[in-house]
């Protein structure tokens, strides 16, 4: 492996032995139920709420579809911050396989291995075989990447993709755009989309009316949170400028393993947690990478993100709950994309 890329992956984990956790103890922990907010974004107001632990039948009636986002399962990863994340990535499947809708397809926002290697692609492809929803639309991450350029990933899940990985599709008057920004990612870069895939951007919401809802997701975030640990994508202002004339834009990330939301104008930014393992608040460690927690509490920082879209009106609604909470669902305001994060435990 090319010594740059083994420098980053010797950023990216901390050696985080010796800090007592066993995998009976943090398997306990799984069965941990918590609640989280719903947030509502109207008029980029954001107004919140609490998120039930159940959900009736009802749940989730109203929208025209629903999908489900995961991301950063870093399958292979076994350090104490969690040494079981096929577990947890399981627990995640089981969540999604208890709503009360079948969503009509998942997005994986990357990072779906730790190195890149067969073995985990193979495990993370036998897992997502028993979720409910059949159609998994993906991206990768930098982890997807490290050892041979992404060809294994491209081999196994950008098929008819253009480039690196990227791709669009439409979806019952929705156009989604899978984009790459972790191609060529230096340790602790910044994320980059490049001038190639700028302008097939570009050119593939040519044309396309102002109404259309776009969702856009890629890896690491489209908006900058934390340059000094790379949490941000260098020329995502190029890319967010052919969005602005369209009046609903969301923007879906991963990378960081923990929520956060922006909305500038009509573009709601969202990032997801992991169901692999949290990393700290931007700023507050001297890097990014896993971070130990209580084994009580691992479930409350990993989860997934449950979308419902309404076809009319502008409103973008959220709602986070532990993945240990029985199944969510949550259908937005008319018009709504509605983001439901649901944590682990």
Known sequence: M?????????????????????RRGFLKCMAWAGTGLAWTMSGGIPVSRAFAKSHGKDAGKGGDFSFVQIS?????????????????????????????HT????????DLSQLSKPSEF??????????????????????DMLSDNGEQ?????????????????????????????VANLKAGGMGSLGHEQ???????????SASTPIVLFAH???????????????????ALAYVKRFGSVTVLNGHIHQIMQKVE???????????????????TAPSAGPMKVPADQLQRVLGITDVNYVVSGRSLAIVDSPLGDSASSASGNVGALGLVDSPLG
């Open 2 to 22: 090319p010594g740059k890329k083994q420098d980053f992956i010797d950023q990216q984990l901390q050696d985080l032995n010796n800090d007592g956790v066993d």
């Open 72 to 100: 950063d399962s870093h399958i292979g990863f076994n350090k104490p911050a969690n040494p079981d994340v096929t577990a947890t990535l399981q627990t995640a499947i089981n969540k999604i396989n208890a709503m009360p």
């Open 103 to 110: 969503p009509d397809f998942i997005i994986h926002t990357g």
């Open 122 to 143: 193979d495990t993370l492809d036998q897992a997502l075989k028993g979720a409910s929803a059949k159609q998994i639309y993906f991206v990768p991450g930098e982890h």
């Open 153 to 181: 990933y491209l081999e196994r899940h950008g098929k008819g993709t253009k480039g690196t990985g990227y791709y669009s599709f439409d979806h019952k008057g929705v156009h989604f755009v899978g984009l790459v920004n």
């Open 198 to 208: 700028l302008e097939w951007l570009e050119g593939d919401l040519k044309g396309r």
């Open 220 to 238: 690491i975030p489209l908006w900058t949170i934390h340059p000094d640990w790379g949490w941000g994508t260098d020329d995502s202002e190029q």
């Open 265 to 283: 104008g009509k573009v709601s930014f969202h990032t997801a947690m992991s169901t692999a393992f949290p990393q700290p608040a931007p700023g």
